[in-house]
Structure formats: structure tokens, C-alpha cells
């Protein structure tokens, strides 16, 4: 009987925190855990042998910000063929869902995927049904107990709390709607997620309702309530909340937030993404974002190096959510989840949310996916 199920042999190991990068070694799986990571391990001993000899294998990629209430949410796509069918192993809906609509979520998406989904719930109870109406123009749909009790019935997989903060989402409620935010973080422990574009508040009084932890995803979107001011200077307040106050910074690229004019300021005055994301969803997945994959090529392209942008999307979200101990990172007894990919050395055209592009030398092309010890192979899900 064989040793191992799967073997992973040959391949070119990027693994930031392991410090394993461009280190080759093979990863032998038993079940859905890594069991063994060595300089040889013999083809006999795996029941299914992938020979890797020609691509990188990283830890599986995370997602921060997706969104995959397909069906209910007005914005939300498929998850299983946009995630583990595109290298990413663990994804985090942004607020797809709220107190009203949970359940339905847990029922029919986490619970019957084969990509490991966590949910930020959204302070609106009614998550995002529709673009027509702004999830907070009603301050009824914002009730703290009840999203506090459904956090504490799915304590599992509800991992924080979303609310986005834009002009025609909020309406007058903006302020009111964070402080309620703010309760049930502070009620349950969890993080917040925030979505800064365009907000009736500034950016300082947003910041002043954020703790350590929590997230500002749509980092480098261009808006007057973005981290670039008028002068092109990275705004004060956007430094402290990252070197001082210990708020992650997350791209979350999307349909309309993310702007390569502002991501050069801003890293060229070394204010970088704590996480990249993708905010994958129906009104960009057709362009400009299409993947996480290809929103790491952007920030190849914006000066990163390959172990910092698979950092981005492993160890760094992993730590964040407290999950380092079971992903982000390959190593014996951590869960089987593994993402294989190549470099392509050619011009890219590379789009980012405002009409801006740039022509990037090169881009990562996902190859295959391993999601808890079983292998995703590209068009599984077509």
C-alpha cells in the first residue's frame, strides 16, 4: 500500500514563510494534509505521482475579498470554478451576505464547495441584494443583536464584519452605520472590513472607528476619500493606521477600486498592501480583473517580487485571520492546499479599474490545484 496519496515531485517551491523560495522539494499528501516535505521522495511510494519539474508550487492562494452568493446577491458569481478552479484554495466573501440571508449562504455555498469559503458578514442585514438600493439607506436593516447572534451561531465561518462606506450605499446613515459596525466587532471580537470609496465621512474619521486587525480593503482606489491627496502625497492618517495602529491594507481591485496612478504613489512613498485581493464578481470578472492571478501580475508588474506577491496572497492573508496554522504555509501536518502555477515571460496588457494600463514583461498563469490533498485540474468546473 502506498505511503502517500498524492506527490507533488520536482517542484520549485515558493514559500514565504517558510523561507523556502525557489527551493526544490517534493510534498508527499496523505489524506487532505501535507505528511511529508523532502529533498526525494521516491514515486513508489505515492498512489498518484504529479510531476512538477516545469512550474512553481506555492502554498494555495487566498482570496480576501470575493463574492459568491451567486443567485442572491446581485453582484456575486460562482464560487467553485472563479476559485479553487483558478488556484485559489480559501476565499473570504465580502459581505455578500447578511443576518437576513446567512443561513442560505452557509447551506448553499460553504458547506457544498469544494474551495474553503469564510464569510464577512454584512452590518446590513439584507447583504447585497441589489445595486438599486444602498444596503444602509434604511438604518433598520443595521441591528446589531441580531448580526451578533448570527455570528455567534456560525462562529465557524463568519470571520468579520463588512460595511461599505460610498456616498449612494449609506445615503445620510454613514456614521450611525459604522458606530453599529464598530458594536458588533466589539461584541464578538471580530474584525471589521471597510469599504472607504467615496464616503460621506474622511478618511481620519473612518480610521478613528478602526482597531487593530481590521481591514481597509480598496486601498488604492481613487476617490476623496482615497490615500492619495491632491498633491499626489500618501495622506498621514493612511500612514499611521498601518505603522501605528495596525490596520491592514487591502487591494480588493474590483470593478471600480483600484487605480494604478494611485498604487505608484502610494508604493513609491512605501505605503504597500498588507493582502492582495481580487473582489472578484459578475461586473469584473470579464475584465479588467478576470482573476487573483492576474491581479498579482499587477503588482509584479508595480515592482514586487514573485515571493512578496505570493506572500500577499498566502501567509499574509492566512495570519490576518488567524489561520496560519492550518494554511498559508506548506508544511508537514497543515492542510493539503497547494497552488501550481508558471511565469509567463511576455508583454501583458494590464487594465486596472478606472481605464488605466500599463504593459507588464510577465504574468502568472495558474497551472493546477491541489484543495485539501485532491487536484483541481484547469476547466474542471466548465
Known amino acids: 500500500m502506498a505511503q502517500y496519496d498524492l506527490l507533488i515531485k520536482h517542484g520549485t517551491l515558493i514559500d514565504p514563510e517558510n523561507g523556502n523560495v525557489d527551493a526544490h522539494l517534493d510534498i508527499g499528501i496523505s489524506g487532505d494534509r501535507i ?25 494555495g492562494w487566498i482570496d480576501l475579498h470575493v463574492h459568491v452568493w451567486d443567485g ?19 476565499a473570504f ?7 437576513d440571508t446567512y443561513p442560505g449562504f452557509q447551506k448553499y455555498v460553504i458547506d457544498v464547495s469544494a474551495t474553503r469559503f469564510k464569510a464577512f458578514l454584512h452590518i446590513s442585514s439584507q447583504g447585497q441584494l441589489t445595486r438599486n438600493i444602498g444596503e444602509l439607506d434604511d438604518l433598520r436593516y443595521a441591528d446589531v443583536d441580531r448580526a451578533v447572534k448570527m455570528c455567534e451561531a456560525y462562529k465557524e465561518d463568519i470571520v468579520g464584519i463588512k460595511i461599505r462606506m460610498s456616498r449612494n450605499i449609506v445615503g445620510e446613515n454613514g456614521k450611525e ?13 471580530l474584525p471589521l472590513m471597510l469599504h472607504p470609496n467615496a464616503s460621506p465621512l474622511s478618511l481620519s474619521d473612518m480610521f478613528d472607528e478602526m482597531r487593530a486587525g481590521d481591514i481597509m480593503t480598496h486601498c ?24 501605528e495602529d495596525g490596520i491592514l491594507f487591502d487591494v480588493g481591485h474590483g470593478a471600480g477600486s483600484f487605480a494604478f496612478e494611485v498604487a505608484e504613489a502610494a508604493m513609491s512613498q512605501d505605503l504597500l498592501p498588507g493582502t ?9 470578472i470579464d475584465g479588467p480583473v478576470y482573476s487573483l492571478a492576474l491581479t498579482m501580475s499587477k503588482f509584479l508588474h508595480l515592482g514586487l517580487s514573485l515571493e512578496e506577491v505570493i506572500r500577499k496572497v498566502t501567509s499574509a492573508p492566512a495570519a490576518a485571520m488567524g489561520m496560519l496554522d492550518e494554511i498559508g504555509v506548506i508544511r508537514e501536518g ?42 483541481y485540474a484547469p476547466g474542471v468546473f466548465d
Open 72 to 90: 442572491v446577491a446581485d453582484l456575486a458569481i460562482p464560487g467553485d470554478p472563479n476559485c479553487v478552479g483558478k488556484g485559489v484554495t480559501t
Open 35 to 59: 505528511a511529508r516535505v523532502a529533498d526525494e521522495i521516491f514515486e513508489e511510494e505515492a498512489a498518484t505521482v504529479i510531476d512538477a519539474s516545469d512550474v512553481f508550487v506555492s502554498p
Open 276 to 284: 492582495i485581493s481580487s473582489d472578484l464578481h459578475k461586473y469584473n
Open 93 to 99: 466573501d465580502a459581505g455578500s451576505a447578511g443576518a
Open 177 to 189: 452605520g459604522l458606530k453599529r459596525a464598530r458594536e458588533v466587532c466589539e461584541a464578538t471580537g
Open 220 to 243: 488604492f482606489h481613487k476617490s476623496d476619500t482615497g490615500v492619495i491627496d491632491t498633491d499626489g502625497k500618501v495622506r498621514p492618517e493612511a500612514v499611521k493606521a498601518v505603522q
Open 334 to 375: 497543515t492542510c493539503a492546499d497547494l497552488t501550481l502555477f508558471r511565469i509567463i515571460e511576455d508583454a501583458v496588457e494590464l487594465r486596472d479599474a478606472i481605464g488605466g494600463t500599463r504593459t507588464g514583461e510577465r504574468s502568472i498563469e495558474h497551472v493546477s490545484t491541489v484543495r485539501g490533498g485532491r487536484l
